[in-house]
């Protein structure tokens, strides 16, 4: 009997310290596929007395989420399918933005960001850097990202923030055309 009790003891002591000690620090990836039909990349560019606005889809992507924090990503920017929505820039500016003088698709038909370093900043902001590569031009970016769900219904995540054409080989009209770009994110994923 005093054995018995001496190992119902031992047994209930080593299983209530188990409890404190972790189980190795390792954290469960869940990786999020992009989901294609919802997320995009809306812009606003402007010139000289007006502006244009529009889109670009994402091709395809997926999104690294330890105990609900991005821990990285990458994606695939759909630039063949560039989509003007404003009236007064209409199919005109849609072919030219796909022309040599800009992106060029026929060539580069996507492009791509891949993520380096992710620096939450609170429970639901991240500082973002990582390297954005259009037509075999790569450039590093920082932006700070709002996420506004990374859970078993899906992933949601948004960024607002301007880029510098001129940095990517998109030269046309300086001066004319604003170097910066205004860019609104969305991403959708789903496991």
């Known amino acids: 009997m005093k054995k018995t009790l001496l190992a119902i003891t031992g047994f209930a002591m080593i299983l209530g310290l188990s409890s404190f000690i ?9 990786n999020y596929n992009v989901n294609a039909e ?3 990349i809306d ?12 889109f670009i889809p994402l ?9 609900g924090k991005i ?8 630039l063949a399918n560039i989509k003007v929505t404003d009236a007064g820039g209409g199919d005109r500016l ?4 796909k022309s040599p003088d800009f992106f060029d698709v026929v060539k580069f038909a996507e492009a791509s960001f891949e993520i380096a370093t992710v620096n ?5 902001t991240a500082d973002i850097t990582g390297n954005l590569s259009i037509k075999g031009i790569s450039v590093p970016i920082k932006f700070t ?11 949601f995540a948004q960024a607002f923030l301007s880029i510098d054409r001129t940095l990517l080989g998109l030269k046309y009209g300086v001066g004319m055309v604003s170097n910066d770009v205004q860019l609104a994110i969305h991403i959708f994923g789903t496991k």
């Open 94 to 97: 849609n072919g030219h933005l």
């Open 71 to 78: 821990t990285g990503g990458k994606f695939v920017i759909d």
């Open 145 to 155: 990202a709002n996420i506004r769900s990374a859970d078993d219904k899906g992933f």
């Open 38 to 40: 919802k997320s995009r």
């Open 120 to 124: 939450y900043t609170s429970t639901n």
């Open 59 to 67: 091709k395809s992507g997926s999104i690294a989420v330890e105990a």
């Open 43 to 54: 812009w606003i560019g402007s010139k000289k007395g007006d502006f244009h606005t529009g």
């Open 22 to 30: 972790g189980t190795g620090g390792k954290k469960e990836t869940v």
